[in-house]
């Protein structure tokens, strides 16, 4: 799963640089892509399970549903973002730690962007995950069934 993720991320969106192999072979090696995979596709699940399950709430409106979806795309940026400063700059990597501090390197600068565009690409991803569970869910919901359309 850990090629996967990884291949979507570096491949499809273009985010590896081999000027800076050492942040991605990190990122691969320490499961950096596959935190970043499970938390788009968790996330999301376990808020549309708890707004078509467990929220009781038989008078929801379009609103809600927006709300909801808000919450899940800001608590998949912030984890996302944090995931990613923490496997990049808290490394167990020595090697990437000295390119880091470093400052003729230039990884400090590049690695200052990266947490925020994985959470820009994950909260991407969540939105289109969570749609899809919302439809899919609103299917066997006995109360929520009318959003979000």
């Excluded at 990122?27 to 009781?56: E, T």
């Excluded at 990049?88 to 990884?107: E, K, M, P, V």
Aim: hydrophobic residues 50%; glycine residues 6%.
């Amino acid at each position: 799963m850990k090629e996967i993720f990884a291949t979507v991320y570096e491949t499809w969106f273009g985010l590896y640089n081999q000027a800076y192999d050492l942040i991605f072979k990190t990122l691969f090696d320490n499961g950096g892509y596959m935190k970043f995979g499970l938390s788009f596709i968790l996330i999301p699940f376990i808020c549309w399970y708890i707004f078509y399950y467990i929220w009781k709430y038989p008078y929801g409106k379009i609103w809600h549903w927006l709300i909801y979806l808000l919450v899940t795309l800001i608590l998949v940026f912030g984890i996302t973002y944090s995931i990613a400063n923490m496997s990049i700059f808290a490394s167990d990597n020595q090697a990437l730690n000295d390119a880091i501090a470093d400052a003729s390197t230039g990884y400090k600068n590049y690695a200052d962007s990266l947490p925020l565009l994985y959470a820009l690409y994950n909260s991407l991803f969540a939105l289109i995950v969570g749609f899809i569970c919302s439809l899919i869910m609103k299917q066997f919901s006995k109360i929520q069934i009318h959003l979000p359309f």
